[in-house]
């Protein structure tokens, strides 16, 4: 099993500013076509994907978070962070890290850290 484990969610203004931090027990594979990436989910929504990044650096995010959330992996790629600015209410969810080492294998979860963004 991959531990996944993810820090830094909180309670935030709107406008305010959150770093997400997750840190994965094994790394993602570039020829497996890994990747690292947040999904959230909140109350009576389903999941949805936020950003991703692979072994390779491509990124990719959701169009409701783009010039917004910033995603980043280190040279390990074993961890990945999210920089949240210009946080919206409607970016109140609880935050999920997904690792996918490679294609054919599962995807594993983090426990999920909160963000709730509210005046």
């Known amino acids: 099993q991959v531990q996944v484990v993810e820090s830094g969610g909180g309670l935030v203004q709107p406008g305010g500013s959150l770093r997400l931090s997750c840190a994965a027990s094994a790394k993602i594979s570039n020829s497996g076509n890994g990747y690292m990436g947040w999904y959230r989910q909140a109350p009576g929504k389903q999941r949805e994907l936020v950003a991703t990044v692979t072994s390779g650096g491509n990124i990719n995010y959701v169009d409701s978070v783009k010039g917004r959330f910033t995603i980043s992996i280190n040279n390990a790629k074993d961890t990945v962070h999210l920089q949240m600015n210009s946080l919206k209410p409607e970016d109140t969810a609880v935050y999920y890290c997904?690792?996918?080492?490679?294609?054919?294998?599962?995807?594993?979860w983090g426990q999920g850290t909160q963000v709730t963004v509210s005046s």
């Open positions: 997904n690792i996918k080492r490679f294609s054919g294998e599962r995807a594993y």
